[in-house]
């Protein structure tokens, strides 16, 4: 059974940086999509960003484009988000998802197989 295990969540301050990491406990994914989902107290788990086996094809979320960046390095089997600029309403538990031998982004989370547990990201005002 696959695991996804995030790192790098915390408390940051608005305008700070914070560094996501994910990788898979287990076992080795192959070929796979890897996304980022977010879910803030009282709404529903969203969209963040999703990046292609090849790390060639990205999507973002409009909430995040342009301070946010997915990444992945397959060599170390691990994805990362690199968010900048945060905000506030980034706050949330953040989740990474893997699409098992697929390896083409999506942005809908019924597309994804595994997940991880989340992290949690705190942004002050």
């Known amino acids: 059974q696959v695991q996804l295990v995030e790192y790098g969540g915390g408390l940051v301050q608005a305008g700070d940086s914070l560094r996501l990491s994910c990788e898979p406990s287990?076992?080795?994914?192959?070929?796979?999509?890897m996304g980022w989902f977010r879910q803030a107290p009282g709404k529903e788990r969203e969209f963040v960003a999703t990046?292609?086996?090849?790390?060639?094809?990205?999507i973002y979320a409009d909430s995040v484009k342009g301070r946010f960046t997915i990444s992945r390095d397959n060599a170390k089997n691990t994805v990362y988000l690199q968010m900048n600029r945060l905000k506030p309403e980034d706050a949330a538990v953040y989740y990474c998802?893997?699409?098992?031998?697929?390896?083409?982004?999506?942005?809908?989370?019924?597309?994804?197989?595994?997940w991880g547990q989340g992290t949690q990201v705190t942004v002050s005002s």
């Open positions: 990046i292609s086996w090849s790390g060639r094809g990205t």
């Open positions: 998802a893997a699409r098992n031998g697929r390896s083409w982004v999506t942005i809908h989370e019924y597309e994804y197989d595994y």
């Open positions: 287990g076992a080795t994914i192959s070929s796979a999509a």
